[in-house]
């Protein structure tokens, strides 16, 4: 069982950036595919990044295209921990955004690749 909690959401001005922090339960943190989605309202989740474990210490990012050269995705395997590096915000970046944990998968970038969620944590772009 992996427990997951978001952090670091608020609100920031257009331009502006934000780091969110995923911090996670468990001891085979660093085999876990570890991804950010969001959802905005009226709106399906979305994947945003995800770091995927490449075997030994090697990991691949891959990042939606909506925020490739935006945003960053890295972890720190040591404190359980993953982090979206926001920069450059959009009003339309305006939503929940998840942590979430898989090994099943292969992309990644669905959300039935992942086995667990955390709450969520808002973040509100002002124009």
């Known amino acids: 069982q992996v427990q997951l909690q978001e952090s670091g959401g608020g609100l920031v001005q257009a331009g502006g950036s934000l780091r969110l922090s995923c911090a996670a339960s468990?001891?085979?943190?660093?085999?876990?595919?570890m991804g950010w989605f969001r959802q905005a309202p009226g709106k399906e989740r979305e994947f945003v990044a995800v770091s995927r474990w490449g075997g030994g210490i090697t990991y691949y990012s891959d990042y939606a295209d909506a925020v490739k050269d935006r945003f960053t995705i890295s972890r720190d395997n040591a404190k359980n921990t993953v982090y979206l590096q926001m920069n450059s915000l959009k009003p339309e970046d305006m939503a929940v955004y998840y942590c979430?944990?898989?090994?099943?998968?292969?992309?990644?970038?669905?959300?039935?690749?992942?086995?667990?969620w955390g709450q969520g944590t808002q973040v509100t772009v002002s124009s």
């Open positions: 468990g001891r085979t943190f660093s085999t876990y595919a």
């Open positions: 979430a944990a898989g090994r099943r998968g292969s992309s990644y970038s669905r959300q039935r690749d992942y086995d667990y």
